[in-house]
């Protein structure tokens, strides 16, 4: 069986789950990135169909919300924080270092599939901005020299 076919299986029984709640779009995107951690782009034109939509609703859907991916992410994700608190504590200086570190902007991947980035609008955390969360792990304080560190120590015990 093929990773396209074992996909088709899932999404099939996620809607099959799912597509008489009401408002049952979110539900079936939630659930399908849930279990793949994106939104696999044959998944679309099925998801319409179920629902009676056109694909141009449901990929506007998923492009409106910036929660969905329609790309694999990496093997961690990085989370920085954009909410006022950590923007007033240099999270501007954070985010143009960690963006140039990876060569990467939100909502991309590193080239080699280890790392992607994603914006989040509070993690919580605002005593200790600017703050960022990769997997379950938060960071407070984060300076672009503490995140060097992260990201080395990450590198090395991999």
Known sequence: MTAASDHQTVVQDIIATLKDKPGALLPILHGIQDAFGYIPPEAVPVIAKALNLS?????GVISFYHYFRDTPPGKHTIHLCRAESCQSMGAHTLEAHVKAKLSVGFH????DGRFSLEPVYCLGNCACSPAMQIGHDIYGRVSPDAFDAIIHKMELSA
Do not use: D, G, L, S
């Open 108 to 111: 991309e991947t590193t080239a």
């Open 55 to 59: 694909r141009a609703e449901v990929h």
